[in-house]
């Protein structure tokens, strides 16, 4: 292949393996800087992984450092970033586990004591997303009273409520746990009246729970419950609201129905949740809301209707 033409495809082919050894050089040169980024970032201090930059799901080596450092430092910036990066990762049901085999839950269970409020609502929120998982509302149990504790003696309305109140519905998803609940009715109720309308939801979920299982009908029976309870049957009050309260008067009316169930009817004291829904001021605000302007309200009073 002489003369000029030649030449040509010689430095053709002399430039084509020149960009292909680039290519090569820059491929390998990529996957090194890679493989050691990766190796950085796989060796992240605990610290970093609570710095609001790491997204990705931690392994169970990360977990495991993030717990050591909740549980090591008095730092409440870190704390409360821990928590956080916890409480995310406890929201997928493998680290669920994971966090409970590593000893997590009691480590985040005694930030509930802590003083400092967003704190407390960090690990509460923690435990929410950890309870989740049937077996660790088994650790989880132990704490029940405390938060009841925390959401009716702390602030109203406040974040650390709504978080308790969160735990606790999850906690009563089942019936496993309610009965631990049994003594603070009437505290619920009264939070119910006394909130704003994020809270009323919230403890109507938790309200809602109990009122499926027969076994706690008469303890929601028998509190004390103050008579501007029946305004939540008003036809103004939020929807969101109002179908709960409608829901909740349905479903004690089933389980009072169940057979065998309160055969022998115990004595309710005047002031009882009793007394205010087999009360004729009751019966009136029910009826009445079957002219209510929203359909899935009046469907709901139709079913109701019936057993008034």
Not at 63 to 82: C, F, M, N
Not at 109 to 132: D, G, Y
Not at 175 to 204: A, E, P, R, W
Not at 249 to 275: M, R, Y
Request: with cysteine; net charge neutral.
């Amino acid at each position: 292949m002489g003369g000029p033409r030649g030449a040509g495809w010689v430095a053709a082919g002399l430039l084509l393996g020149a960009g292909a050894c680039y290519c090569i050089y820059r491929l390998t040169r990529g996957r090194r800087r890679g493989d050691r980024e990766l190796g950085i970032r796989s060796s992240k201090s605990a610290e970093d992984l609570t710095d609001g930059s790491y997204d990705d799901v931690l392994n169970a080596e990360q977990l495991q450092k993030l717990l050591y450092l909740l549980e090591s430092t008095e730092d409440p910036v870190i704390i409360e970033r821990a928590l956080i990066t916890l409480g995310n990762n406890a929201a997928f049901s493998v680290n669920q586990a994971i966090i409970r085999e590593l000893g997590g839950i009691p480590i985040v269970a005694n930030k509930i004591n802590h003083s400092n409020q967003s704190i407390k609502e960090k690990a509460l929120n923690a435990l929410n997303n950890l309870s989740v998982n049937v077996e660790n509302q088994i650790k989880i149990k132990i704490y029940i009273s405390q938060v009841c504790e925390d959401v009716f003696s702390g602030p109203l309305n406040s974040a650390v409520q709504l978080a308790g109140l969160r735990l606790l519905t999850n906690m009563t998803v089942t019936n496993d746990h309610q009965h631990m609940l049994h003594s603070y009715i009437t505290d619920l109720f009264q939070v119910l009246l006394t909130g704003n309308g994020n809270t009323k939801v919230q403890v109507l979920k938790l309200l809602l729970n109990l009122s499926e299982n027969p076994a706690m009908t008469e303890g929601l029976l028998r509190a004390q419950v103050d008579s501007s309870f029946l305004s939540l049957y008003d036809s103004h009050v939020a929807k969101e609201i109002l179908l709960r309260v409608l829901t909740l008067f349905q479903n004690i009316k089933n389980c009072l129905k169940i057979e065998g169930h309160l055969a022998v009817q115990p004595t309710f004291t005047e002031g009882s949740l009793f007394f205010l829904l087999h009360g004729e001021e009751c019966a009136q605000k029910i009826r009445a809301l079957a002219d209510h302007h929203d359909a899935e309200v009046k469907e709901k009073v139709v079913t109701i209707i019936p057993k008034i």
